[in-house]
């Protein structure tokens, strides 16, 4: 089991920023990545950002590349996700979540208001 606590989000104006992190207990030895995704009112879940454990590679969703980033600590097993020039549609809940060897999205954060007013 992987127990994962997040912290961080709230509300800011457009062209803010906000910074969400993320930190994993438990066995995380199986861990092969984490990453952020979100969910906004009626709307599927998305990725938002992926890190690799080991080499630190990260991928973007093309809707918030360039404008966010996400970072590891290995020493503290935390993952953070920094959002700069937030716009009204990244109004969402953030998820952070585990990737396994297998590729599969195991183990998921209990979620984090984020909202960008106008």
């Known amino acids: 089991q992987v127990q994962l606590v997040q912290s961080g989000g709230g509300l800011v104006q457009v062209g803010g920023s906000l910074s969400l992190s993320c930190a994993a207990s438990?066995?995380?030895?199986?861990?092969?990545?984490m990453g952020w995704f979100r969910q906004a009112p009626g709307k599927e879940r998305e990725f938002v950002a992926i890190?690799?454990?080991?080499?630190?590679?990260?991928t973007y969703a093309d809707s918030v590349k360039g404008r966010f980033t996400i970072s590891r600590d290995n020493t503290k097993m935390t993952v953070s996700l920094q959002m700069n020039s937030l716009k009204p549609e990244d109004t969402a809940v953030y998820y952070c979540?585990?990737?396994?060897?297998?590729?599969?999205?195991?183990?998921w954060g209990q979620g984090t208001q984020v909202t960008v007013s106008s």
């Open positions: 979540a585990t990737r396994g060897i297998s590729g599969a999205w195991d183990y």
């Open positions: 890190i690799t454990w080991s080499v630190g590679r990260t």
């Open positions: 438990g066995r995380t030895f199986s861990t092969y990545a």
